[in-house]
Nanobody, 119 residues
Framework: QVQLVESGGGLVQAGGSLRLSCTAS????????MGWYRQAPGRQRELVAR???????DYADSAKGRFTVSRDNAKNTVYLQMNSLKPEDTAVYYC?????????????WGQGTQVTVSA
């Protein structure tokens, strides 16, 4: 099993910044990608940003130019630097890893951390 521990969420005014962190622990054979998804009330969970093992990244259109995903492989940690936050960014943010724990690739999720952006 893998545990994902998230931190960094909170309340911030529009235009402000937050940095989310997620550390994976447990026996992990390999990680294909690490990233962040978010879910607002009444909406489906959506990809915000992810980084693949080779270093390439994916961003939601709404995140491009404002958010940066990065990783520390030695610590099995992924970060999401969020700048120029907007009220529309308000959601629960979930850490995700696509990883092989010994029996193939699968998705694993953190418990979520609330990000609230006030106008």
């Amino acid at each position: 099993q893998v545990q994902l521990v998230e931190s960094g969420g909170g309340l911030v005014q529009a235009g402000g910044s937050l940095r989310l962190s997620c550390t994976a622990s447990g026996t992990i054979f390999s990680i294909n990608s690490m990233g962040w998804y978010r879910q607002a009330p009444g909406r489906q969970r959506e990809l915000v940003a992810r980084i693949f093992s080779g270093g390439s990244t994916d961003y939601a259109d709404s995140a491009k130019g404002r958010f940066t995903v990065s990783r520390d492989n030695a610590k099995n940690t992924v970060y999401l630097q969020m700048n120029s936050l907007k009220p529309e960014d308000t959601a629960v943010y979930y850490c995700n890893i696509n990883a092989n724990l010994g029996w193939g690739l699968n998705n694993y999720w953190g418990q979520g951390t609330q990000v609230t952006v006030s106008a």
